[in-house]
Nanobody, 115 residues
Framework: QVQLVESGGGLVQPGGSLRLSCAAS????????MKWHRQAPGKERELVAI???????NYADSVKGRFTISRDNAKNTAYLQMTTLKPEDTAVYYC?????????WGQGTQVTVSS
């Protein structure tokens, strides 16, 4: 059974850092493209970062230079390191991967950036 479980969210002050984790089970994370998305209140879900099976990464312009996506194949876990956080980064963050025509999502983890 495929499962994605995000963790690591919380309340952080502007300029702070957080590392989100996405623990995968039921499939080998290393052979798939993994993505992080976020959804802020009243807004559509947006793609934040991608890491391919080959290790190539790509980021939304709004987080480029501040966020880093990575994965630990031995732990079957993907990460999103977030630095220099801004209030506009406040959102629920989700990890995701697609197998054929099916998208798998975790339950999300809340990130709140506020002083």
């Amino acid at each position: 059974q495929v499962q994605l479980v995000e963790s690591g969210g919380g309340l952080v002050q502007p300029g702070g850092s957080l590392r989100l984790s996405c623990a995968a089970s039921g499939f080998n994370l290393s052979i798939y493209t993994m993505k992080w998305h976020r959804q802020a209140p009243g807004k559509e879900r947006e793609l934040v970062a991608i890491i391919t099976s080959g290790g190539s990464t790509n980021y939304a312009d709004s987080v480029k230079g501040r966020f880093t996506i990575s994965r630990d194949n031995a732990k079957n876990t993907a990460y999103l390191q977030m630095t220099t956080l801004k209030p506009e980064d406040t959102a629920v963050y989700y990890c995701n991967y697609v197998l054929g025509s099916i998208g798998y999502w975790g339950q999300g983890t809340q990130v709140t950036v506020s002083s």
